[in-house]
């Protein structure tokens, strides 16, 4: 199922504001109502930018400074014409933070970074670029923040940062001493949010540690906060492939104080379960996600090739996703009997079989087609070799929309092929809840005006589907040809 929060009675609601978010994307277009730009901080301005107050050097603000900040100072203090010449050593920290994304917040600091977990605060000592203003920043590091509900399961990181040495703030936090130094960058995310919905954990921690973490070819520190062990287990081939160390519980850390040469905290992300190549500093693309994704399962099919109708020999597998609560495929006994006899080998994936993802993954990448119901189990697509094809069953009600949001519009990007069976009003357990002359079965778009609640309790969380095993069996036909050859 999508994802939910914990809190069922905030669920219904967050869950099925995915619903109508193209929907919302247009209101927002079009009303000007985007999100506040708020962009802190200018990376990289020369010392000498600094104001008259802040080159003042209030002897006070030095405390706590480690040495080298010291020596800074002095400098500064007795001769600040060649300090302002010798712009070439970089002088102080950088920081740079994005809150303008529709995704995501996120900032990018480097220097002298002192990361203390457990009160998830990431001090920036002597910012070349201080503010006072902009000491202290907070953000939720989750790749979903238009989702207020989910986003208050994400544990709030707090950015303070503090003046160059001398600079004069007397209102400026003294960071702590380092207590560990590491020579890898830090990334800092959440493993909270939607956690246990693995398109959620895909769409919103996987893909985008992926544009944040890869480019460091393993040589960086994961730091997470909400930090859940079967999370960490669950994904554990990703995270290594990833990251050469151990994932930081920051939480719980009791190492104190871990000092960085950079960091970023937050995750870059550009849309949902997709990247946008022109948006990633490396030009990451899907396609280059889905290889790094075979690396880290060591998966042995990077392409499909079509079996032959005619050979006799192989036949051409599909994995069939099976839910267990809303959206069943209830004749799923049918369906995989129908599937049988026009010739696909079919292999049936209930929560059990999906939850092992060092098996699975294999499972899916063994197979030609993928197919399943709407809902979080068609992500495992990510699996499939090149020109595989998924098929999306889409429940009754007006759904198409939302369902090729997500499992529709991101196919072809991975180099799969998509196609769509959608239920009809005779192939629902609707029937069993409202008559059929009710406006469930008439008019679902009036159900969709009374919003997003309704939507949810009745066509994404209210029904299985039961297939027309005649009609199916003709879309089966259709498949096994698209995807065979002679
Ligand atoms: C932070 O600093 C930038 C650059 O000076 C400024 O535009 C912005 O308004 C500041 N933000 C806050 C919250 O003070
Ligand atoms: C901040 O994010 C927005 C939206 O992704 C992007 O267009 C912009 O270039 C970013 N700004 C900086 C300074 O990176
Ligand atoms: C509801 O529809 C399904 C599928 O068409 C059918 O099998 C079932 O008998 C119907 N149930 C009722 C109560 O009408
Ligand atoms: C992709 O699959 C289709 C049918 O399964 C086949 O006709 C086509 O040649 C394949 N394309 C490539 C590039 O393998």
């Not at 994904?235 to 930081?248: D, E, G, H, N, R």
């Not at 009036?446 to 029904?463: A, E, L, M, P, T």
Request: glycine share 6%; aromatic share 8%; hydrophobic share 35%.
């Amino acid at each position: 199922m999508r994802g939910r929060p914990k809190s069922k009675k905030h669920g219904s609601g967050a869950a099925a504001l995915w619903l109508l978010l193209p929907l919302l994307v247009m209101i927002v277009l079009k009303t000007n109502l985007l999100p506040q730009v708020a962009r802190y901080s200018i990376v990289g301005s020369p010392p000498s930018a600094a104001s008259g107050d802040e080159m003042a050097g209030d002897v006070d603000a030095t405390k706590g400074y480690n040495q080298q900040n010291q020596i800074d100072t002095t400098s500064r203090e007795e001769d600040s014409s060649v300090r302002n010449s010798d712009v070439a050593a970089p002088l102080g920290s950088k920081l740079s933070c994005n809150f303008s994304d529709h995704q995501s917040n996120t900032c990018t600091m480097e220097g002298d970074l002192r990361i203390h977990g457990k009160s998830a605060t990431v001090y920036v000592a002597s910012v070349s670029t201080y503010r006072p203003e902009n000491s202290t920043i907070k953000l939720r590091p989750y790749a979903r923040k238009w989702e207020d509900q989910v986003m208050l399961l994400v544990r709030e990181v707090t950015v303070r940062s503090s003046p160059p040495a001398g600079g004069a703030d007397d209102d400026a936090v003294t960071p702590p001493e380092c207590s560990i130094r590491h020579d890898v960058p830090a990334v800092v995310f959440s493993t909270g949010g939607y956690n246990r919905n693995f398109f959620h954990v895909m769409t919103d921690v996987i893909i985008p540690l992926y544009l944040t973490a890869r480019e460091y070819d393993g040589r960086v520190q994961l730091l997470a906060t909400d930090y859940e062990p079967k999370w960490i287990a669950k994904y554990k081939s990703i995270l290594a492939a990833l990251s050469a160390y151990p994932v930081i519980d920051m939480d719980s850390d009791d190492d104190g104080v871990r000092c960085f040469p950079s960091a970023r905290v937050g995750l870059e992300s550009h849309k949902e379960f997709g990247i946008v190549p022109g948006l990633s500093r490396n030009g990451y693309t899907m396609t280059s996600f889905r290889e790094f994704i075979r690396s880290a399962y060591s998966l042995q099919r990077p392409r499909a090739a079509p079996a032959s109708r005619s050979s006799g020999g192989r036949k051409p597998q599909l994995v069939l996703i099976l839910r267990r609560n809303s959206r069943q495929l209830k004749n799923e006994a049918d369906a995989i009997a129908a599937a049988t006899e026009v010739g696909f080998d079919v292999v049936p994936a209930g929560p059990d079989d999906v939850s092992d993802l060092e098996r699975f993954s294999a499972a899916v990448n063994s197979c030609d087609v993928l197919m399943g119901v709407h809902g979080a189990g068609l992500a495992n697509m990510l699996f499939l070799p090149d020109n595989a094809t998924v098929v999306q069953i889409i429940p009754w009600g007006e759904l198409k929309w939302p369902c090729r949001h997500s499992f529709g519009e991101p196919v072809a990007p991975m180099g799969l092929r998509y196609l769509e069976y959608e239920a009809t009003a005779d192939e629902t357990t609707l029937n069993e809840t409202y008559p059929r002359d009710h406006a469930v079965f008439t008019d679902p778009i009036s159900v969709h005006r009374q919003g997003f609640d309704k939507v949810w309790n009745i066509f994404i969380n209210g029904q299985h589907v039961i297939v027309d095993i005649k009609r199916f069996r003709g879309f089966v036909e259709q498949l096994y040809k698209a995807t065979t050859t002679e």
